[in-house]
Every structure is written in structure tokens, then in C-alpha cells.
């Protein structure tokens, strides 16, 4: 094989190399079309699981925060699903208990504010698409909760 033919076909497959492989790379950092916010609220929280948020696929997760005032002993699971299966269901208790209370490589993290509020946020490094549905729940075991606020930062 000649050379100069060997080096011509050499830089077109580098090329098109460095085409797909753009490509590929401009198809993850485009992000997250129409990014939004939605946002759901019991107040009071009687003793019961409630729905806070659902949201219609398709779609892609971003995080979340879920924010309890009021409660004595912090039995209030919070319950993420998406397409019908079960990404999160953990007690604010629970996640005092194993330390998820400070920056970790897990989705999860326990800010605790003034007073008697605690916010649980969820984030993940990449988000979660859903084709069908999400929902976020909490299952209240506790009396004395005033309120629970949740938003969900989402987008298509």
C-alpha cells in the first residue's frame, strides 16, 4: 500500500472518529430540555400515606427536596417511584440513623433546619428518564405533623 494512501485513509477514519464521537458527546451536554419545578403540599399531615407529586412521562428526574415541620419521633418514609418501580422509600428517622445527614455518594441527604423542619433532598449525578410515570409519596407515622412541602425539579 502506498504511503500517501495509507495516511489519506488514516486521517478520514480519525476524522470521522472525532465526528461520532461528538456526536455522542453533544447528544449528553445538550442537558435537559424545559427544565421546571413542581411542587406539592399537605397541610395539615394526618397519619396516612399521601401523594405529593405525580408527574406524566416522558420525562427526566432531576432532584428533589422534601421538607417536614412538626412530628414527634420522624416515622415519615418518603417514597419515590418512577415507572413503577421503587427508587426511594426511607423514613427522615432512617436517614438520621445511617449518617446520611452530610454530603455523601449516595442520592440521598438529611438537612436539618431551626427548629422542628427537616428537608430530605434526592439527587443524582445523571438524571433518570421515565417514560410512564413518577410519583413521590410520603407515608406519614407520626402525629403532629403540620406540614409536608415537596418539589420536584424536572424536565422533557
Known amino acids: 500500500m502506498n504511503f500517501r ?3 489519506k485513509i488514516s ?3 480519525l476524522s470521522l472518529m472525532f465526528v461520532l464521537q461528538g456526536c455522542v458527546v453533544n447528544t449528553f451536554t445538550k442537558g435537559v430540555r424545559n427544565p421546571e419545578r413542581t411542587q ?3 397541610a395539615p399531615a394526618p397519619q396516612g400515606e399521601h ?7 416522558p420525562g427526566t428526574f432531576l432532584s428533589a427536596s422534601i421538607t417536614k415541620q412538626g412530628g414527634g419521633n420522624d416515622l415519615t418514609f418518603v ?3 418512577i415507572d413503577g418501580r421503587n427508587v426511594v422509600n426511607l423514613s427522615i428517622a432512617a436517614a438520621k440513623n445511617v449518617g446520611l445527614t452530610q454530603n455523601n455518594p449516595y442520592i440521598l441527604d438529611l438537612v436539618k433546619s431551626t427548629g422542628d423542619i427537616k428537608t430530605l433532598t434526592i439527587g443524582l449525578p445523571s438524571p433518570l428518564y421515565f417514560e410512564r410515570e413518577l410519583k413521590l409519596r410520603v407515608n406519614v407515622q407520626e402525629a403532629g405533623v403540620v406540614q409536608i412541602v415537596a418539589n ?3 424536565g422533557k
Do not use: N, S, Y
Not at 51 to 57: D, N, P, Q, T, V
Open 152 to 154: 420536584v425539579i424536572h
Open 5 to 7: 494512501l495509507f495516511t
Open 11 to 13: 486521517f478520514l477514519a
Open 40 to 42: 406539592g403540599l399537605k
Open 51 to 57: 401523594e405529593l407529586i405525580a408527574l406524566e412521562g
Open 79 to 81: 417514597i419515590l417511584d
